[in-house]
């Protein structure tokens, strides 16, 4: 059993233990006093770490801390986190898709299409055409709407058979060419109908010209883009860009723009819902009028024109649109923006522009109230600037390349107007023309069929479901559709075989509307036909039957 002592015993014990072994008591002081500063190394170490995750604290807390940047201009102050950055709430918008107005008038493909050029439109053209083809022309015989319709739809047909730089002498070629053009109208009409077709009076143009570059196009173009919004509500995201259409010929506004493949044309500016690609608003840029002085601002103008009329979408733009001034105007119309930012813009705090000691893939938020700009780096030297009143938070993607959630729906929403371009460039009717009025009406049918596509599919989504060459086919039933009238009133039958075929067929009836059945005289043959005879309604062969004029039937 062990012995307990008192205090007094213990320290009596000691001393009598000190004074028999002297030279002990230094040894054993000195491992105490060795244990003791191994005691108090380990207990400085711990609060060396213990002050260094003090330090390692209060250094993150000084990242994390609400930093205060100023603009360059000095106008605007921007913090580096969103705590007093006020949410995004949208306004409601419109239902997308086709409007009421739209949906109650269509009813077959060619109604689509009725609805953008419309019989108004079919009546200008047919108006100035004929005014120009009578004061020019000799033997001149008016055009009626079915010869315009007509036209348009061997245009679309050209553009779906791929052959709008193929001569039309070649399209009319009895081995080469396709029959149904000659089936519709010949050679010589199409010609004259394209040289002819005008958009205004000639006559009362220059003093028109005086004040609108436009002028020969004008009134056609205002009363189709007058159209578009009427028959389509966009979706939340809306994209606005710029469109070349291509010309080289004479033109007072004609635009040289290098980074795109045509270089030279017309510019058209775009408003697209970004989901189908829809020409919801357009407008052709003339450049600034003689005399007065460049535009201030010119992309804050464009956006809001383009626009106008809209509430709860998001816009998504280039750096050419953006600015923090246009994202505050936009707001106070209940439409958010999303759009890169040039650099040299002076709302941006200096902090963004600088990469030099930024990691790769590394992302800087700068907030205010209503806006978040942040500056992403994506490789060594480059530095990528968005501005957005979406966003209100310093939100990144998971992904490798650790992109800011701004990137990733800007990069989801910008090709809006490049896909149109791509989808109507694929089955364009552009032709060869020296008239830049014509190059315009020639956009104009490729946006308005492609609009009508939009608009059927969304009437008739299990119409051809599945196909992936739906567009093809829906522009290869309009045009038929288109030319069909003209066919059927034709007097001359074409001396080809081929040709005549397709117009008797026409001419006749539809094929479908009559069940074909085998022939009564050939039956070892298995020939079909639809025709029946007119007396005792049996179903004969081109073979079998013989024709007879009025007056021999009776």
Not at 53 to 59: I, L, Q, R, V
Not at 77 to 88: A, D, F, G, K, Q
Not at 107 to 115: G, V
Not at 359 to 366: N, R
Request: aromatic residues 8%.
């Amino acid at each position: 059993m062990k012995r307990r002592f008192t205090a007094r015993e213990a320290l009596d014990l000691v001393v009598a233990t000190n004074s028999e072994h002297p030279g002990t008591c230094e040894s054993e002081d000195e491992e105490l006093t060795s244990e003791d500063e191994v005691e108090f190394a380990l207990e400085s170490d711990s609060d060396s770490s213990c002050s260094s995750d003090d330090s390692t604290e209060s250094e993150d807390t000084e990242e994390t801390a609400d930093l205060q940047w100023n603009s360059k201009n000095g106008q605007i102050l921007w913090s580096s986190t969103h705590t007093e950055t006020l949410r995004y709430n949208p306004a409601k918008g419109m239902t997308p898709g086709p409007t009421h107005y739209a949906t109650a008038r269509i009813t077959t493909l060619q109604s689509c299409f009725d609805l953008f050029i419309t019989e108004e439109i079919i009546q200008l053209l047919l108006e100035n055409t004929n005014l120009h083809g009578r004061r020019f022309v000799t033997d001149w015989i008016d055009f009626d709407s079915t010869d315009i319709q007509a036209y348009i739809g061997l245009l679309i047909l050209a553009g779906v058979y791929k052959s709008r730089n193929e001569s039309t002498r070649s399209l009319w070629d009895v081995e080469n060419g396709r029959s149904i053009f000659r089936t519709t109208m010949s050679h010589r009409k199409f010609k004259l109908l394209s040289s002819t077709l005008r958009f205004d009076d000639r006559m009362t143009r220059p003093a028109r010209y005086m004040h609108d570059k436009l002028a020969a196009f004008r009134t056609i173009w205002e009363k189709w883009t007058h159209r578009l919004p009427l028959l389509f509500n966009p979706g939340q995201d809306v994209c606005v860009d710029e469109q070349l259409v291509p010309f080289k010929g004479r033109c007072r506004f004609r635009q040289y723009m290098p980074s795109k493949p045509a270089k030279y044309g017309i510019k058209i500016w775009v408003t697209c819902d970004v989901t189908t690609s829809y020409a919801w608003k357009l407008q052709i840029y003339t450049g600034k009028s003689p005399g007065s002085p460049a535009e201030v601002n010119q992309g804050k103008r464009v956006i809001l024109e383009m626009t106008e009329g809209l509430q709860g979408n998001t816009v998504t733009c280039d750096n050419f649109f953006t600015s923090y001034g246009l994202a505050e105007e936009l707001l106070k119309r209940k439409m958010a923006l999303v759009g890169t930012i040039r650099r040299n813009k002076p709302e941006l705090p200096p902090q963004l522009l600088q990469i030099k000691h930024r990691a790769l893939l590394s992302s800087l938020f700068a907030f205010t109230k209503t806006h978040t700009a942040v500056s992403y780096v994506p490789k060594r030297g480059k530095n990528v600037l968005l501005l957005s009143t979406k966003h209100r938070e310093p939100a990144v993607s998971d992904t490798e390349k650790k992109k800011p959630v701004i990137i990733t729906d800007y990069n989801r929403c910008k090709g809006g107007v490049d896909n149109l371009d791509k989808v109507v460039g694929t089955y364009s009717c552009r032709r060869r023309t020296c008239r830049w009025p014509v190059v315009l009406f020639y956009n104009l049918v490729d946006v308005s069929t492609f609009n009508s596509f939009v608009l059927w599919s969304a009437v008739d989504p299990s119409w051809n479901q599945g196909k992936t060459f739906r567009r093809r086919l829906f522009l290869e039933e309009l045009g038929k559709a288109l030319v069909m009238p003209q066919i059927s009133r034709r007097q001359r039958i074409p001396r080809t075989p081929s040709t005549s075929t397709t117009m008797e067929d026409q001419q006749q009836g539809d094929p479908n509307t009559k069940k074909r059945k085998v022939c009564t005289f050939c039956t070892d043959k298995k020939k079909k036909s639809a025709s029946t005879c007119n007396k005792c309604g049996k179903h004969i062969c081109k073979v079998h039957t013989i024709t007879y004029c009025s007056s021999c039937c009776e």
